[in-house]
């Protein structure tokens, strides 16, 4: 059976995997008592998981849409087109190092529409510049209005979670975002980037030294699909001239994040030893959401228990009610996307071979007939 979970390659790396989550889960949970832990999650009363899960898919759908409009604004698809490489690509963000479900969605996108590997790959780079943007504005909130105890610190592996740490993370997200936004801003300028191609196309000239032919073979198998690739990441970005569309995404983004605080309250309901009002867990998922974004283990096991216990310390929560909250929490906010990964990639014949082979001859011409 050729899937991502049973081809060699991705079994070793699961297993890498496997094994460094539990060592980064030991690293969160050495100082907890296992028997109180155990006690706790006992106690949880579980049936508030099935709303919290269905949210939690509700929210993914959600997601789906909003890239669909982001892929729309170049290249037409529908929203199960949309939803199946989504869902994909964080399933494999659960259990595979490297966050690589990023790259899997274009290249899913690709071998199942004909879009373009770097157009599709822009087009997640818009998506997760919205995420950025509300969550950034959300930590300026939180920021502006909670305190944040200096002294207090959760030791994790080589990191401190501490103000600091948060607020260093919080000033590289702004950076990068700004970056980001830049690049996208200057390549969606037409006549920069026709100056770009016609610096691209001059490079051959450089080597006035060669022959005429080895400077034709550097404009066919460079310049030119240097100039193809840029082209088609610009695209990508086409939605940064569609106001209505950036309106929509925008929307779309400010329903996202409330939902997904209130998914994270809905199993607090069910937790002893855990009462905080809907802003106080905002902030919780804030936190948790900054300290994830350092490097990790595939699915942040460990890190995500880490960031929560040190975010509910803020708001008086012990740290055993803390811990055992959190763990659970995290199970129930990425079982129900890692079980949907795993139907959509059946669904449509998913596996890592098959993402970065061409697009079938008749989804190609279609996308070519597009343009």
């Known amino acids: 059976m050729d899937s991502p979970l049973f081809n060699r390659k991705t079994i070793l790396s699961l297993i890498a995997g496997g094994i460094v989550s539990g060592a980064a889960f030991w690293l969160a949970f050495r100082k ?9 999650l006992a106690a949880i009363e579980w049936i508030w998981i099935i709303p919290t899960m269905i949210l939690v898919m509700v929210i993914f759908a959600l997601r789906s849409l909003r890239w669909q409009i982001i892929v729309n604004a170049a290249e037409l ?5 949309a939803y199946h490489p989504l869902m994909i690509g964080f399933m494999l963000n659960s259990i595979l190092p490297g966050r690589v ?13 004909g879009v373009p590997f770097s157009t599709g790959l822009a087009t997640v780079a818009v998506e997760r510049m919205f995420d950025t943007g509300v969550l950034i504005l959300l930590f300026l909130v ?56 016609r610096l691209i196309l001059k490079l051959p000239a450089l080597l006035f030294f060669a022959p005429d032919h ?21 695209s990508g970005f086409v939605l940064l001239k569609r106001p209505g569309r950036v309106l929509a995404c925008i929307g779309l983004s400010l329903m996202i994040w409330p939902m997904h605080a209130y998914g994270y309250l809905l199993l607090m309901y069910g937790s002893p030893g855990v009462n905080l009002t809907f802003f106080e867990m905002s902030a919780v998922m804030v936190i948790i959401c900054f300290f994830i974004a350092l490097p990790s283990v595939p699915g942040y096991w460990g890190l995500w228990e880490a960031g929560g216990i040190f975010a509910m310390r803020l708001f008086g929560v012990a740290p055993e009610p803390a811990a055992g909250y959190t763990l659970a929490n995290h ?18 014949g998913f596996s890592m071979k098959s993402a970065s082979a061409a697009p079938p001859q008749g989804a190609q011409a279609q996308a070519l007939q597009s343009r």
């Open 32 to 40: 907890v008592p296992a028997q109180a832990l155990f006690t706790y």
């Open 77 to 81: 698809i529908s929203f199960k087109d």
């Open 101 to 113: 479900g990023e790259v899997a969605r274009p290249a899913i996108l690709k071998n199942q529409k």
């Open 142 to 197: 939180v920021a502006a209005t909670v305190e944040i105890d200096p002294l207090l610190e959760i030791p994790f592996g080589e990191y401190r979670l501490n103000k600091e740490t948060l607020e260093m993370i919080a000033g590289g997200m702004v950076k990068l975002s700004l970056l980001l936004l830049f690049g996208m801003i200057l390549f969606s300028i037409e006549p920069v980037r026709s100056f770009g191609n």
């Open 214 to 234: 080895f400077k034709k073979r550097i404009e066919d198998r460079v310049c030119r699909p240097l100039i193809r690739f840029t082209d088609n990441i610009a």
């Open 331 to 348: 199970f129930v906010q990425m079982f129900p996307v890692f079980v949907a990964g795993l139907i959509s990639a059946w669904l449509i």
